[in-house]
């Protein structure tokens, strides 16, 4: 329990400079760039005496680091800002999206990390046989695919040439109401509320992006998990269990423990990148996550939108590396020594 509270600690303490970092990087970054709000928000019929009330308004016209601290200054009491698109706290429209990503993100992580694992370690223990040519060659079409391009290939294929598909409009149909909102996610809320149309209908719409999102997850999954088991194979510890006669299952035990904490390392690591992959994903099937939000708030300048969700962004990927060093922690526990 003392080691758990130790890595906690630390990850907070490194976890606040980061946070920092981010806030100013994307403070500078989103103002510096060609993009001004201004105009966009006071219209093209507008004067200069309304484009510089606006500007007063927002308080864009003071000098960058004077709005910088006033902005940390309202972070730091939760206070995220309104969006100047919706009139709404950043915060709020935030925290509403973010069930539908990690819906679909956990949901296709889950089911790409599961494939990938099992498929590299499976394939390790075969190296160069049919099962591994095969897992390789697909990993390969993983990688290779761009995500869009794949979630696009499998609309076409799966809605407009077989039907299987429904179409890529939302989380649930546009003639079933939606279940009262519990946790976020539309499946879950159905099945809370006993909905079964809606529950069947939201089921229905996941499949196809959580598809993507598994694919885009399984490939370095199994990549890296192939790699990682083919070392520990290889390992001295392992050639001295076999040569001592321990059984077959045992040996697999063995390789499958001590190859279990390189792959949760790398697995955090891949999926904070999923977060910003959803993005394309939630824009193709209208998904209406907080990724889908963002990329949009970037492409209309929406200032305050776009600094919330890169601080949330950088918050969730920061609790995922927390979520997998504790992990790691339960499986290897001399790993908080060696990272001390």
Known sequence: MLAVLQLILRRLALALPILFGVLLFTFMLVRLGDSDPVGMLAGPTASEAEIAAIRATYKLDQP???????YVRRVAHGDLGISWLSNRPVLTELLQRLPATLE???VGSAVGGLVGIWSGMRAARSVNGRFDQLSR???LFGFGMPTIFLGLALIFVFFFILGWAPPPMGRIDLMITAPPVITGSYLIDALLARDLQAAWSAAGRMVLPCAVVAIVFAAPM???????ALDVRASDYVRYARAAGLPHSMVERMVWRNSAVPIITYGATELTALFGAASVLELIFSWGGVSQFGLTAIL????AVVQGYVLLMSALAMLVFALGDLLVLKLEPRAHEVSR
Do not use: G
């Open 137 to 139: 060659l697909l990993s």
């Open 222 to 228: 199994l990549k890296q998990t192939r790699a990682i």
């Open 300 to 303: 209309k300048a929406d200032f």
């Open 64 to 70: 960058l680091l004077t709005q910088f601290f006033e």
């Open 104 to 106: 679909l993100v956990l």
